[in-house]
């Protein structure tokens, strides 16, 4: 039998297993040729650090010490000892080098220096291997996991709800079809319409959009559930905030009303990054060096006055401004930004959409603070809403967050059947398609309210880069399937 017996270079950093013979494996960063000695730079992913491995030329074959090059895999066996140079508290002096996997100088793509992020978006197969990327993505993990544990120990169950779905009627965005049909030749109907049903469900089906609808199923018997899955919506929306593949996390809690569903999306938001500020801590400061350096590129009145670790406290330190839309809009109408039209849209009257500039303004401007906002038209808001005693607003709230617009939609549920139905038909939904839906409201409805938060603009939030693309491994986006 063999093992590896290799030692986490996370480990090895702690300093316990100095003087000790061990073996660290990892791809090479870098590698350095001093008077009589070659010093290499290993990562192995389990943490921002490298470890400096030092190399005796004349104890090691110059085949091996040809192979080490940037981007190769090693298999370092020797002895940890507090190293002599700055920048390490221990390093390990190599006894014996196994090149596992050889790297071409002159094609691997990712060199010891500053690469563009458009660039290594090109790479996406290789960019995990760089600083950035690895602090990324050891900072996604972390932040899934609190959501998990934040939501089990407030008592909710996670519920996963389907993928494919044949719901077309949440309208939460162009949906991607799915389907085994002959794309060449497929069925039809006497009308010549294609006929779903000879495809695989006998209906047609699409990736899910939102797992809302059946979370509210399971809310209703479960009490208190969240899904946390992939969610898919093919807007042709070439924007850094958006992607065609991401991933949403919906808390959907019977018996909550509004209120309660914003201290809960609040307490979630502050507790998970309260979460990554205590488990990501050098990842994070690296991100916030990194950004730091590129706001320094941006001229001074674009700046942010705040860092990053300094952004995410004060979010912990603050409420959320709560605010209704009406008053929102009234703020906005008033703005100096609005008179002297310097924003895309201005606001007229009272029912405008709120464009992404709107809510940036009310955050970075305005109140300098994560806003929510509540009481939307009924009219520019999901049929499912509860509607208001004024006839005309609906119980929905958006959190809005500094750098990023809204990053949390949510909403009091319409728990009224006949309220419920009248709506669906107003927004043109055939109440057959969404049967099941509306049996709830007629077995035992209860005042129930969920929220979606988008977890890459959470991340986007925490790690302080400024690109979605950015912070999912494998960005899905218009003309982008690659990887
Ligand atoms: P936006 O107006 O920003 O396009 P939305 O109002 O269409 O978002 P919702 O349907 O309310 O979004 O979805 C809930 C949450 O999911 C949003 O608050 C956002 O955080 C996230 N989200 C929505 N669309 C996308 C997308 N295309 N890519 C990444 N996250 C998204
Ligand atoms: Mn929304």
């Given at each position: 039998m063999k093992s590896s017996k290799r030692t986490e270079i996370v480990k090895l950093l702690q300093g316990q297993q100095t003087g000790q013979q061990v073996t660290a494996m990892g791809w090479v960063r870098n590698k350095r040729e001093g008077k009589n000695v070659f010093f290499v730079t290993l990562n192995d992913g389990s943490c921002l650090q490298s470890l400096q491995v030092v190399v005796d030329p004349t104890t090691t074959s110059d085949e091996v010490l040809r192979k080490i090059s940037v981007g190769a895999a090693l298999s370092v066996n020797g002895t940890l000892v507090a190293s002599q140079g700055k920048g390490q508290s221990v390093e390990l002096q190599a006894n014996e080098v196994v090149v596992l996997g050889e790297a071409d100088p002159e094609k691997y793509p990712i060199q010891p220096k500053k690469h563009s992020l458009e660039f290594l978006r090109e790479k996406a197969h290789l960019r995990m291997r760089t600083n950035t990327f690895g602090a990324v993505f050891r900072i996604r993990h972390h932040l899934q996991f609190a959501v998990h544990q934040f939501f089990n120990q407030e008592g909710f169950f996670n519920l996963h709800t389907?993928?494919?779905?044949?719901?077309?009627?949440?309208?939460a965005g162009e949906m991607f079809q799915v389907t085994t049909l002959d794309l060449k030749n497929p069925p039809r109907t006497?009308?010549?319409?294609?006929?779903?049903?000879?495809d695989f469900f006998e209906r047609s089906t699409n990736l899910t959009v939102s797992g809302q609808l059946e979370g509210e199923l399971g809310a209703t018997a479960l009490g208190k559930i969240y899904t946390f899955g992939p969610t898919f919506r093919a807007e042709n929306s070439n924007t850094s905030r958006h992607l065609a593949e991401f991933w949403m996390i919906e808390p959907e809690v019977a018996f909550y009303e509004l209120e309660d569903n914003m201290d809960l999306a609040e307490r979630m938001l502050k507790y998970v990054i309260r979460y990554a500020l205590e488990h990501c801590a050098e990842d994070l400061e690296f991100l916030a060096q990194r950004a730091a350096e590129e706001e320094k590129q941006k001229p001074q009145n674009e700046r942010s006055e705040m860092g990053l670790l300094e952004r995410l406290q004060f979010v912990l330190e603050h409420p959320f401004e709560r605010l209704s839309y009406t008053e929102a809009i009234e703020i906005l109408r008033n703005s100096q930004h609005n008179r002297k039209k310097k924003f895309q849209y201005l606001i007229e009257e009272w029912g405008a959409d709120l464009q992404s500039e709107h809510e940036r303004y009310l955050v970075e401007k305005h109140f300098k603070k994560p806003v929510i906002l509540y009481n939307y038209p009924a009219a520019i808001k999901a049929f499912y809403m509860r509607l208001n005693e004024d006839g005309n607003t609906v119980r929905a709230m958006d959190i809005l967050f500094p750098g990023i617009g809204e990053i949390v939609g949510g909403s009091q549920r319409e728990e009224r059947y006949d309220e419920l139905k009248e709506r669906a038909a107003a927004f043109g939904i055939e109440p057959e398609a969404l049967w099941w839906y509306l049996e709830t409201r007629r077995f035992g409805t209860v005042p129930h309210s969920g929220f979606g938060l988008g977890f890459e603009r959470l991340m986007l939030f925490v790690t302080g880069?400024?690109?979605?693309?950015?912070?999912?491994p494998f960005p899905r986006f218009p003309g982008s399937a690659e990887f």
């Open positions: 389907p993928i494919i779905t044949a719901s077309d009627a949440e309208g006497e009308e010549g319409e294609i006929d779903f049903k000879k880069m400024t690109n979605i693309r950015d912070v999912i």
